[in-house]
């Protein structure tokens, strides 16, 4: 069955950064785009970045711009999410996911999904 783990969150101060990873299994992950969204308590699920199955298109949501850096490695199954310039408006669950298909950046659009991985940036 479909498998995606992510890791690396953590407690950071603000300012410093983090670097998590999405290991999957399960299907076929150098054809599939992969996107990263969080939630914080009392928000909803938002768009953080994708990445397209060859890496060659890139999306970001506002927020995060210049900031974050979405990036794969086909050979390790793997994606990531380097986040630099942490700040508490960052803390919330990370999740990867799955795309359907194409690069999209609605949650609608990915059919499978992490577990999650809680960041937490103190001031």
């Known amino acids: 069955q479909v498998q995606l783990v992510e890791s690396g969150g953590g407690l950071v101060q603000a300012g410093g950064s983090l670097r998590l990873s999405c290991a999957a299994s399960?299907?076929?992950?150098?054809?599939?785009?992969m996107g990263w969204f969080r939630q914080a308590p009392g928000k909803e699920r938002e768009f953080v970045a994708a990445?397209?199955?060859?890496?060659?298109?890139?999306y970001y949501g506002d927020s995060v711009k210049g900031r974050f850096t979405i990036s794969r490695d086909n050979a390790k199954n793997t994606v990531y999410l380097q986040m630099n310039s942490l700040n508490p408006e960052d803390t919330a669950v990370y999740y990867c996911?799955?795309?359907?298909?194409?690069?999209?950046?609605?949650?609608?659009?990915?059919?499978?999904w992490g577990q999650g991985t809680q960041v937490t940036v103190s001031s």
């Open positions: 996911a799955a795309a359907l298909r194409g690069t999209p950046i609605r949650r609608i659009d990915y059919d499978y």
């Open positions: 990445i397209s199955w060859s890496g060659g298109i890139t």
């Open positions: 399960g299907l076929t992950f150098s054809r599939r785009a």
